[in-house]
């Protein structure tokens, strides 16, 4: 039998990029997957045959550019393909929205809507991206350990220093103003229009159950804007053969180094010796030890499930049980048989405003309006859709003409008041697209085929616990020194040998590597 | 406002005093009579009958129940057999002590917990992936302590069935006037003497009985303040008075672990995971920061420092749980711990006190002072360090054929 130095469970996006460094360094690693194939929430499947769907994330993710270089990804296949504009917003007037990359040609489209916002629009890029330059470096740190009493202990704050610097004064206080507000007291400090405050703040509530009038939901926008890359509020474009092919040059890369990866081959205990992680227990009943595990599964699942509870400290299991998960959102896969008409746009524009993101949230108070049933356990009556169609860049993933549109649909929330998702799913898919209708009237006619993921099946099929994306929302308050739970934010779980690697730690989701490589480098400093 | 407790039409119509205090939400009385001395003399030489509904109660039952109770608790609940009552502590991640109580195993998957404070959400954050039902059935049964010598004379007489033989912390299911009740040979005064818990629409009917036959065994009811006295002298350490549930701290300083408190024999750190394994191991290793002790206080020393002022000895009427300092020498200049509560003990003919010291001036025969304050003016009493019990009779655990006199197997140095 093999020797293994580290054992990693899951092969998820950031599974593999930890698999990747850590092979890197010499260390010899297993990956141990449950699904037949890697990748986790980023995967490409043909859902129906012909048509090369991301099931769950979609468009470029946000996989850091200094991972990419790293693991040389472009050179194992991983092309993207940038769009622009960034956004699509139709509005039910038959006017519409579009974000471009260039910010004067942004102000161009905002001017049809208010003169004042447009001129505002330039000053609050211009901050909004020295803020998130913050965010994202912060994003690139291990957490402070605070302590759980206090913040006595100033030394704990120094990895901070490095993102803050540059910052200056004036733009410190900035930060710490806006990140605990709401998303929308933001905007409305700068806009008047509230279709252009709907379009700008949707991306900050699409990964979380909070509506844009929750406090921190400013933060979640700074952490999109941060991570996109495209100086502005979300990412745009594909990745060449789905998100499946991101995780599949990810676990190329991480082979070629050494690592090892086994599919179809679920964890169901860690075992633990002489109050050390020990090694793990396969479905199959095989063990397989090491002296050291990763966890690249959800903080509830690995603390609550794979470790046995009852032999884990009280104020551990506490602290998981807290963490807030709730996921909200339904995936609507569409197969189509050409490109759809959106009413408020030309045929010949079609094409070249569509290929980014495109957004149904028409106002900011739609998008409240939206989040309000979520509090009662209700689905949104008028949902927030968040669209791409990637066969507009990459017609590779349908047959001839063909397109697919993808949709997330929000709030959907986890746990219905009334009735189960199976009772209420169709009437779910009714709501959404009879809301796509309003904007794209001949839908329902170009659909060939039709997949839907309500949150019970995003949970089943991709062990996310509530069908959070996250591993836990995206929250203020289990953000850094917090994420998963106080006083383990440093990849360290309480169980000596065993670290955490997925978005369930710092910095948090979307497919940006981060956590996996953050969790290596830790790792690494352990190992030396 | 506080609530009656099941018992309580039958308190309030004995309690002449109306002195009342709140214990948990409900009235107790502190003493029955203007003053508690025949109450505390009823537990030595006769029974004394104290109303405890007001402990919190709680049912376990299930496959997982002795799991999660070992989970929780410091005591080895697998040795625990159906039947048997046992003592013991439960503390947080840090080993700091959070409640004591008894619990008794009523069957192989069946236990019943007492505490001094809420603790269904303790117990319910610790049973994840446990098949294990847990009750708060504090409301649902009333509780009585029947203590002292002719206490079991006394049950014998009015059980259906015998308890004669009824052994130290063991439990049995009988009927008193009919009316079924769970009895425990337990209690908080280190007497001989019984807990009796019974649904609360019965609780009326089992007092009248015991009141209807008590006289005969020189029964009375009795109050807080004749119970504190005993269970000092019994050494037992209370919640609130010797110590504070680290759930209610809120400071580092306030919080004891079970090792500091004398409950050390309560810890099994040889059984699987418990909350506060890690922490208590490793301060058994290191020992234990502060020793739980009595001290006897030297009379003469108290005579000495009242005669200052032209004063004849005084002596506190009722036992007192505030925090004193305990100093080594007679300066005041070198603290070494504080005595928690102390009680003038009629039976002894002793001033004694619990108390918390350093493990250099624990030592048994150790010579420590108390602060005491005379009319404004503070003074060091000498005291001599002594093993607790102060106070303890072999009727306690003995049986039916143990001499019922007032001897003492436990006490000064
Ligand atoms: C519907 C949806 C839409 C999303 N859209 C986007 C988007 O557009 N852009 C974006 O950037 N992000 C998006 N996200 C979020 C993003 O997909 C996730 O945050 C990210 O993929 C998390 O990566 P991870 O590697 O940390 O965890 P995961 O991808 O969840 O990987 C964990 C892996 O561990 C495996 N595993 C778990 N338990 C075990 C076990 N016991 N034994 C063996 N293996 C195990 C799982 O099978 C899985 O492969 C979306 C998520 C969802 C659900």
């Given at each position: 039998m093999a020797n293994y130095d580290i054992l990693i469970v899951g092969a998820g996006h950031n599974g593999l990029v930890a698999a990747a460094y850590l092979a890197k360094a010499g260390q010899r690693v297993l990956v141990l997957e449950k699904q037949p194939g890697v990748g986790g929430a980023a995967v490409s499947e043909e859902l129906s045959p012909g048509y090369h769907f991301s099931t769950c994330a979609d468009g470029t993710g946000y996989l850091a550019p200094e991972i990419q270089k790293d693991l040389g990804l472009a050179g194992r296949g991983l092309s993207i393909l940038p769009a622009d504009p960034v956004v699509f917003a139709p509005l039910p007037d038959g006017n519409h929205l579009t974000f471009w990359r260039d910010t004067a040609r942004t102000a161009g489209e905002i001017e049809r809507l208010s003169k004042r916002d447009a001129e505002r629009y330039p000053a609050f890029v211009e901050l909004m991206g020295r803020v998130a330059t913050v965010v994202g470096g912060i994003a690139r740190i291990t957490p402070p350990d605070l302590p759980d009493v206090g913040l006595g202990d100033l030394r704990a704050m120094l990895p901070l220093a490095g993102p803050l610097r540059g910052l200056g004064r004036k733009h410190v206080s900035d930060l710490l103003r806006i990140l605990p507000m709401p998303v929308a007291d933001l905007l409305d400090e700068y806009f008047e229009s509230d279709a252009l405050k709907g379009a700008i703040a949707a991306s900050a509530v699409r990964d979380i159950t909070w509506g844009p009038q929750e406090a921190g939901t400013a933060y979640t926008f700074l952490y999109n804007w941060a991570l996109a890359g495209t100086g502005l509020f979300r990412s745009a474009g594909v990745v060449k053969g789905g998100m499946g092919a991101l995780t599949k040059s990810l676990a190329a890369a991480a082979s070629a180094l050494g690592a090892e990866i086994r599919t179809d081959a679920a964890v169901e205990r860690i075992l633990v010796e002489a109050g050390r992680a020990a090694g793990v227990l396969l479905a199959g009943g095989e063990r397989i030890e090491a002296p050291l595990l990763v966890s690249n599964a959800d903080p509830r699942s690995t603390f609550l499930e794979l470790l046995d509870p009852t032999l884990q400290s009280a104020r551990t299991v506490q602290h998981v049980r807290n963490i807030k998960y709730r996921g909200s959102a339904a995936r609507i896969h569409l197969a189509l048989s050409e490109l759809p008409e959106f009413t408020s746009l030309a045929a010949n524009e079609a094409p070249s405003r569509l290929c980014g993101a495109i957004q149904i949230a028409p106002s900011l108070t739609y998008l409240q309006r939206a989040y309000d049933c979520v509090k009662y356990g209700e689905f949104s009556p008028r949902p927030y859709l968040d669209l791409s169609i990637p066969t507009l860049l990459d017609p590779g993933l349908a047959p001839d003409g063909h397109h697919i549109l993808s949709i997330t649909a929000k709030y959907a929330p986890y746990s219905l008041r009334d009735g189960d998702w199976e009772t209420r799913r169709e009437a779910f898919v009714k709501t959404v697209l009879d809301t796509l209708a309003e904007y794209a009237p001949k839908i329902r006619d170009l659909v060939v085929h039709q997949h839907v993921f309500t949150p019970i099946d995003l949970e089943e099929r991709f062990s996310l616990p509530e069908a959070n994306p996250h591993h836990g929302e995206m929250t203020l308050d289990q953000f850094l020194h917090m994420r998963p739970i106080p006083g383990h934010a440093r990849y360290r779980a309480p169980l000596p040998g065993l670290y955490l690697c997925g978005a369930g730690a710092h910095p948090g989701g979307n497919v940006t590597g981060l956590p996996g490589r953050n969790a290596a480098r830790e790792i690494l400093a352990d190992k030396r | 406002m506080p609530l009656p407790t099941p018992f309580h039409s039958r308190t309030a119509a004995c309690c002449t005093s109306q002195s009342w205090q709140e214990w948990s939400g409900?009235?107790?009385?502190?003493?029955?009579?203007?003053?508690?001395?025949?109450?505390?003399?009823?537990?030595?030489?006769?029974?004394?009958?104290?109303?405890?509904?007001?402990?919190?109660?709680?049912?376990?039952?299930?496959?997982?129940?002795?799991?999660?109770?070992?989970?929780?608790?410091?005591?080895?609940?697998?040795?625990?057999?159906?039947?048997?009552?046992?003592?013991?502590?439960?503390?947080?991640?840090?080993?700091?002590?959070?409640?004591?109580?008894?619990?008794?195993?009523?069957?192989?998957?069946?236990?019943?917990?007492?505490?001094?404070?809420?603790?269904?959400?303790?117990?319910?954050?610790?049973?994840?992936?446990?098949?294990?039902?847990?009750?708060?059935?504090?409301?649902?049964?009333?509780?009585?302590?029947?203590?002292?010598?002719?206490?079991?004379?006394?049950?014998?007489?009015?059980?259906?069935?015998?308890?004669?033989?009824?052994?130290?912390?063991?439990?049995?299911?009988?009927?008193?006037?009919?009316?079924?009740?769970?009895?425990?040979?337990?209690?908080?005064?280190?007497?001989?003497?019984?807990?009796?818990?019974?649904?609360?629409?019965?609780?009326?009917?089992?007092?009248?009985?015991?009141?209807?036959?008590?006289?005969?065994?020189?029964?009375?009811?009795?109050?807080?303040?004749?119970?504190?006295?005993?269970?000092?002298?019994?050494?037992?350490?209370?919640?609130?008075?010797?110590?504070?549930?680290?759930?209610?701290?809120?400071?580092?300083?306030?919080?004891?672990?079970?090792?500091?408190?004398?409950?050390?024999?309560?810890?099994?750190?040889?059984?699987?995971?418990?909350?506060?394994?890690?922490?208590l191991r490793a301060e058994k290793a290191r020992g234990p920061a502060l020793q739980t002790v009595g001290i006897v206080i030297d009379l003469a020393g108290v005579e000495s420092a009242y005669s200052k002022f032209g004063m004849p000895l005084h002596l506190p009427y009722t036992s007192w749980n505030e925090a004193t300092p305990i100093y080594s020498d007679g300066d005041r200049r070198n603290q070494v711990g504080k005595a928690t509560s102390g009680t003038w003990s009629p039976i002894l003919k002793q001033y004694v006190a619990m108390t918390r010291l350093k493990p250099q001036n624990a030592a048994l025969g150790s010579r420590v002072y108390i602060e005491q304050s005379i009319e404004g003016k503070r003074f060091a009493v000498p005291a001599q360090v002594v093993a607790m019990p102060f106070f303890d009779p072999p009727r306690k655990r003995g049986d039916a054929n143990t001499p019922n006199t007032p001897g003492n197997s436990g006490g000064s140095a």
């Open positions: - | 409900y009235l107790a009385a502190n003493s029955y009579q203007m003053e508690h001395i025949q109450e505390y003399i009823a537990v030595r030489t006769g029974s004394a009958l104290f109303d405890v509904s007001p402990l919190y109660k709680y049912h376990l039952r299930g496959r997982d129940a002795a799991r999660l109770l070992d989970r929780v608790v410091t005591r080895d609940v697998s040795k625990c057999r159906t039947g048997q009552v046992i003592y013991t502590a439960w503390c947080d991640d840090d080993g700091k002590i959070i409640d004591d109580g008894t619990l008794a195993r009523v069957g192989e998957d069946f236990f019943r917990l007492t505490a001094a404070i809420p603790t269904l959400d303790w117990l319910q954050q610790n049973a994840l992936a446990m098949q294990v039902e847990i009750e708060d059935v504090s409301p649902d049964y009333g509780a009585l302590a029947l203590q002292g010598p002719t206490s079991r004379a006394l049950l014998q007489s009015l059980v259906e069935g015998d308890i004669s033989d009824l052994g130290y912390f063991r439990i049995v299911d009988e009927k008193i006037a009919g009316v079924p009740l769970r009895i425990s040979r337990t209690g908080f005064t280190g007497d001989l003497g019984y807990e009796l818990f019974v649904e609360a629409e019965h609780a009326e009917t089992l007092w009248d009985a015991l009141l209807e036959h008590g006289l005969d065994y020189q029964m009375r009811p009795a109050g807080l303040q004749a119970l504190d006295m005993a269970r000092i002298e019994a050494g037992l350490v209370q919640l609130d008075a010797d110590f504070t549930s680290t759930r209610q701290t809120i400071f580092d300083a306030q919080r004891n672990t079970p090792y500091e408190l004398g409950l050390g024999w309560t810890v099994k750190l040889g059984k699987d995971f418990f909350v506060g394994q890690e922490a």
